[in-house]
């Protein structure tokens, strides 16, 4: 984390919000265009840190679904590939856990990379 | 955990995360109807950011998706042995505006569903209803409403983003507790409390991330706080009429 705030507070006086289009502007700190990469390294933290110490408890709708007697209808109809956010193979749950979690992360990141480059390229 | 568990599509008692339905807790009428309602959101959704969407905006598009996926991984703890996690709509919403958030969340929500098997795909619809729609479009409208009361964006970005969050998820729970009484799953009042009630504490963890995360941004990188299409407009109103004497920025 330190490493993240403290580019970003250097690059903070710089960035007048007009001015981020980079190349004229003089203080345009290669920090500043670089602030996806210091959002993947939270991203990937938050995976590699947080996701294995989600709560096992049952969540909010399973709650509801216990208490009134409607869990047993939790069934999906066809199952995904990696459900429960595990890989098959790998016997340490926090592993697998972490590496499904990145997998997702590097799925999303490219599906909607490419949709908004799309999107934003072919005006219609 | 014994290899192969994962073959079983059934999630019951799983990590299935927080209002992620099932398939079988909808009947088929009920989650087609939804899905009707979803598909045409996301069309309009994807015509209104073909019109509206900058190339500058995309990366945080991708980084959003990804960073909603992993937040919506980690379950926090709530009141009385309940967890619950991220959604994400409002917090999508406020920095890419309503309908390239809701691109983003329809995404997140179809990966899980067909890598991850959270959330079934028959229920998809309602699940992208739910969890994306309520907060992206509704969540978002709740937002400037309330930003507006408190003063303007500038001012209230903050708190605003997290009470819209928090409205976002009790809408979203009264939402799928009139899906599961209309599916005959559980009668509506008996269900409905019970949604409201859970969601009510699952409602301040996303507030206080929502919350968190924009201030995050706006002490960081406050110029990502104006790549939403309206505000970049704004951004580039302004900058054209003070732009006469200094070097003009190259924004188009």
Do not use: C
């Not at chain 1, 590097?106 to 219609?124: E, S, T």
Request: glycine share 12%.
């Amino acid at each position: 984390m330190p490493d993240v705030t403290e580019p970003a507070t250097e690059a903070a006086p710089a960035s007048d919000p007009r001015a981020d289009d980079g190349d004229t502007t003089r203080r345009s700190s290669r920090v500043g265009r670089w602030w996806w990469v210091v959002g993947l390294v939270i991203v990937a933290l938050v995976v590699v840190v947080f996701a294995p110490l989600a709560s096992s408890d049952p969540d909010g709708l399973e709650r509801v679904a216990e208490d009134n007697g409607f869990i047993a209808q939790a069934q999906n109809v066809v199952g995904g590939l990696l459900g429960d956010y595990a890989i098959p193979g790998i016997g340490d749950p926090t592993v697998s856990t972490v590496l499904s979690g990145l997998l997702g992360v590097a799925i999303l990141l490219g599906v909607v990379f490419l949709l908004g480059r799309v999107l934003a390229r072919r005006k219609a | 955990m014994s290899l192969l568990s994962v073959a079983s599509a059934p999630v019951a008692g799983g990590v299935a995360p927080a209002m992620h339905a099932p398939d079988r807790f909808l009947t088929v009428p009920i989650a087609l109807l939804f899905w009707v309602i979803s598909a045409a959101v996301i069309g309009l959704a994807v015509r209104r950011t073909n019109r509206e969407l900058d190339e500058k905006m995309v990366p945080l598009m991708g980084v959003m998706a990804a960073f909603i996926f992993a937040a919506q991984m980690f379950n926090f703890q709530v009141v009385g042995g309940t967890s619950g996690h991220l959604l994400g709509g409002v917090l999508a919403a406020v920095l890419l505006g309503p309908w390239a958030a809701t691109l983003v969340m329809a995404s997140v929500i179809a990966v899980q569903a067909l890598v991850f098997s959270d959330g079934g795909l028959v229920v998809m619809g309602a699940n992208i209803f739910n969890m994306g729609i309520i907060g992206t479009l509704g969540g978002y409208a709740i937002y400037r409403f309330v930003a507006g009361v408190l003063g303007g964006e500038e001012r209230a970005r903050i708190p605003a983003a997290g009470i819209a969050g928090w409205i976002s998820v009790v809408l979203g729970s009264i939402s799928l507790a009139l899906m599961l009484a209309a599916s005959g799953t559980s009668p509506l009042e008996v269900v409905l409390p019970s949604m409201v009630t859970v969601h009510a504490f699952i409602g301040v963890g996303e507030a206080l991330i929502t919350a968190a995360a924009l201030a995050f941004i706006a002490a960081t990188r406050p110029d990502l706080l104006d790549l939403r299409p309206d505000r970049a407009a704004a951004a580039a109103t302004r900058a054209a009429q003070g732009a006469a004497g200094s070097a003009a920025p190259s924004a188009a």
